[in-house]
C-alpha cells in the first residue's frame, strides 16, 4: 500500500555488505573484531555506501545552493562589464544585465516567499487541504518578532535573541493552527478552505484595529530594539545583523579584497535558515509520518480503514506547516525591521503563495521556490525602478524611436503603458497558462518527464552522458 514504506526508495533490496569484496578481507583475516571494523570503514567508501548514496541523492540539491551562492559576486561582475563598440552601434552588457537578471533584493524577497510558499505546500501539497488562511501563520511570526523586539511581549525581555524568538514565534503560529484545525479539519474541500480564510481575515481585522500593537495599526509596527540577529544566540561573533541598513557588513574578507554589503550578509544568513528549514520539511515528508500525509491526499477513507488517525496526522501536518510559515514571516519582519497588516495578515499574501505553488508544482516542496523564483524574476524585470525593462528601453533606444509615431501612439508611450509596472497582469496571464497547459508546474513538469524525483533521477541522468 501508499502508507507502507519500502525497503529501499528505489524499490529494489538494499545490498548486503557481506556481498561485495568485504567477504574476501573477512576470510583472509584472524581478527573478527579488526575484519568488522575495517570492513565497515571500507564499505563507508564504497559506491554502494549510505555515505555516497546521500551524496548522489543530494547532487540536485548541491547544485541548487552552488548556484545561489556563487550568482550574487557573479552577478556583481556582470555589472561591471565594459561596453562594447560595434561600430554601427554600441552595447552595453552591464546595463542588460541589469534589466534582465534579479538583483539581490529580490533574491531576498524570494527567500521570504519561497519559504512561505514551501510551508503552504507542506499542508496544501502533500495532504491536499488548501489552507486560504495561510498568512495569518505568517502575520504571526512578523507581529511576534516586531513586538518582542519592543518588549511588548509579556515575559520576554526587549533584547532576548532574535533566534530565540523566531522559534517561540514559530511554536505560537503552530498552537494557533492546532486551535483553527480543531475546527477546520471537521470539514473538507472547499469548506476548509473558506473556513481558514475567515479566520484569517478575523485575525487580520483584529490587528489592523489593535492599538496596542503600534500608535498606528494600519500601517503596523517598526522594530524599536536591537537589530535582529541570524546565529549563535549570545554569541557576537557568531552572529550577524539582519537589514539594508542596519546589517552587518564586511570588507576586505581574509584579505581578498572581497566586500560584503549588509545586503548580501542578510541574502547568505536568510538563505541559511532557508535551506534548514526545506530540509527539515523534507526530511518529514519522508519519515513515515509524511507518508500517511501522502496516503490521506492519495485515499483520506483508505489511509483510515487501515487503522490511521487521519484527524491528528491532519492536525499535525497543518501545525509544522504553520511553523515554517510563521520562520517565513519572522524573517520577512526582521530584515524589513517592521511589520504591517497588509504585506502579512492579508489574505492576497496567501494568494500570492498559492501562485508560485501551482507555477512551481504543487506537492514536490522545492517546486515552489522555483515558482517564487520566477516571480521575483518577472517583478524586478517588468518593475518600474532601476535596472527594469523599462528603464533599459527608455535609456537604450535612440529618441528617433522612443518617438516614432503609429496611429497617433509613440513607441515610448507603449512602453509606459504596456511594460513599465505591469509584473501582476503578466503574471496573471502566466498563471492561466500554466493551470491549462503546465498543471504539474515546473518541477513536477520535470519530474514527469525524468520518471521520478529530480533528487533521485538526475545522477543517473547524469550518468548516462558520462558513459
Request: aromatic fraction near 14%.
Amino acid at each position: 500500500m501508499a502508507i507502507s514504506p519500502n525497503r529501499d526508495e528505489r524499490g529494489r533490496d538494499a545490498v548486503s555488505p557481506a556481498s561485495d569484496g568485504g567477504t574476501e578481507s573477512a576470510s583472509a583475516s584472524t581478527d573478527g573484531e579488526e575484519v568488522a571494523e575495517g570492513s565497515a570503514f571500507a564499505n563507508l567508501l564504497e559506491d554502494g555506501s549510505w555515505v555516497r548514496q546521500y551524496l548522489r541523492d543530494h547532487t540536485a540539491h548541491a547544485l541548487v545552493v552552488a548556484f545561489f551562492v556563487i550568482y550574487p559576486p557573479l552577478y556583481g561582475v556582470l555589472l561591471r562589464l565594459p561596453g562594447i563598440d560595434l561600430g554601427v552601434v554600441s552595447f552595453a552588457p552591464a546595463a542588460f544585465f541589469d534589466a534582465f537578471l534579479p538583483g539581490t533584493t529580490f533574491l531576498i524577497a524570494m527567500l521570504f516567499l519561497g519559504l512561505f510558499a514551501m510551508s503552504f505546500d507542506f499542508i496544501s501539497g502533500y495532504t491536499g487541504y488548501l489552507s486560504f488562511g495561510h498568512a495569518a501563520f505568517y502575520g504571526i511570526g512578523a507581529y511576534f518578532i516586531v513586538l518582542a523586539a519592543n518588549g511588548q511581549i509579556p515575559g520576554i525581555p526587549g533584547g532576548t535573541p532574535f533566534m530565540i524568538t523566531m522559534i517561540i514565534g514559530g511554536i505560537l503560529a503552530a498552537i494557533a493552527a492546532l486551535a483553527i484545525g480543531a475546527v477546520s479539519f471537521r470539514l473538507t474541500g472547499v469548506y476548509f478552505a473558506m473556513i481558514t480564510l475567515g479566520f484569517a481575515q478575523v485575525l487580520y481585522e483584529l490587528i489592523r484595529n489593535w492599538g496596542y500593537v503600534a500608535s498606528n495599526p494600519q500601517e503596523g509596527p517598526n522594530i524599536g530594539g536591537p537589530t535582529p540577529e541570524i546565529g549563535v544566540p549570545f554569541v557576537d561573533s557568531l552572529s550577524v545583523a539582519l537589514g539594508r541598513l542596519a546589517g552587518d557588513s564586511f570588507e576586505n574578507v581574509l584579505g581578498l579584497g572581497i566586500d560584503v554589503s549588509a545586503t548580501l550578509t542578510s541574502y547568505y544568513a536568510i538563505g541559511l535558515i532557508v535551506l534548514l528549514c526545506y530540509f527539515a520539511m523534507q526530511r518529514i515528508i519522508h519519515s513515515p509520518f509524511g507518508r500517511v500525509m501522502i496516503a490521506i491526499r492519495e485515499n483520506e477513507e483508505r489511509a483510515r480503514a487501515v487503522g490511521y488517525n487521519v484527524f491528528w496526522y491532519k492536525m499535525g501536518a497543518f501545525a509544522f506547516s504553520a511553523f515554517f510559515a510563521a520562520i517565513a514571516g519572522a524573517l520577512f519582519a526582521a530584515f524589513r525591521g517592521s511589520a504591517s497588516p497588509d504585506n502579512t495578515f492579508y489574505f492576497l499574501v496567501t494568494a500570492d503563495a498559492l501562485i508560485v505553488a501551482i507555477i512551481g508544482g504543487l506537492g514536490t516542496l522545492a517546486g515552489p521556490f522555483f515558482g517564487s523564483a520566477f516571480f521575483e524574476w518577472l517583478e524586478d524585470v517588468l518593475s518600474s525602478e532601476q535596472g527594469g525593462l523599462a528603464p533599459y528601453l527608455r535609456e537604450g533606444l535612440p529618441e528617433s524611436v522612443l518617438q516614432a509615431d503609429v496611429g497617433g501612439i509613440t513607441f515610448l508611450e507603449v512602453i509606459n503603458a504596456v511594460v513599465d509596472g505591469r509584473s501582476q497582469l503578466y503574471l496573471g496571464i502566466v498563471f492561466v497558462l500554466f493551470v491549462l497547459f503546465v498543471p504539474n508546474g515546473l518541477l513536477g513538469s520535470i519530474r514527469d518527464r525524468l520518471g521520478g524525483t529530480v533528487a533521485k533521477r538526475f545522477p543517473d541522468y547524469l550518468d548516462r552522458y558520462r558513459r
